[in-house]
């Protein structure tokens, strides 16, 4: 039992080497910062109004004389309780020959009704529209910065100057 634990801790202690390893940063110097753009398209909403003439009719204020509504329902109503036999049926029969009256003498006004005068107003309409443009937009920056003697390159959200930090890791190899 003694030698089994001291072996998983011989493999414990190897493992922990192996992932030790110690992080610093340091700073390289950028060689080169180049902007990065990706063309869009962009909707833009605007509002478009014109203006349109309208004719507009004028009509008295009395509309004319109601008389000819009046007189058909009633005559309608007469004529529709002569048709009927009995009580019930004219009673029916005065209530839709009154309104039957009353739909044809409405007919009859309307037709003679002309308009006093006609006037054109102007009217503003408006409506939304879309306008399609196309629009650079910066998306980032291609750098390639010098350290060690090397050359490395990465893709940044902002441009770094002229010194980008870097995290160096080190880590012994067994």
């Known amino acids: 039992m003694k030698t089994r ?6 493999v414990l202690g190897l493992l922990s080497s192996q992932s030790w390893a110690e992080t610093s940063y340091e ?21 478009q109004c014109w203006e349109e003439e309208s004719v507009v009719e004028r009509y008295g204020s009395d509309h004319g004389s109601k008389t000819p509504v009046l007189l058909s329902t009633i005559i309608g109503g007469a004529i529709g309780n002569a048709v009927g036999h009995n009580k019930s049926n004219q009673r029916v029969g005065a209530v ?9 003498g409405r007919d009859i006004m309307r037709r003679n009704e002309q308009p006093n005068s006609r006037q054109y107003q102007t009217i ?13 937009r910066l998306v980032g920056y291609q750098v390639t910065y ?19 930090r870097v995290r160096v890791s080190v880590q012994p190899v067994l």
């Open 5 to 10: 634990l001291i072996c998983t801790m011989a």
């Open 27 to 47: 700073t390289a110097t950028v060689v080169e910062s180049r902007a990065i753009y990706e063309v869009v398209e962009v909707s833009t909403p605007q509002e």
């Open 96 to 104: 839709l020959g009154a309104m039957l009256g009353h739909s044809i």
């Open 124 to 136: 503003q309409r408006c409506e939304t529209v879309y306008r399609q443009h196309e629009e650079e």
């Open 146 to 164: 010098l350290y060690n003697g090397e050359e490395f390159s990465v893709r940044t959200n902002s441009d770094p100057g002229e010194e980008i």
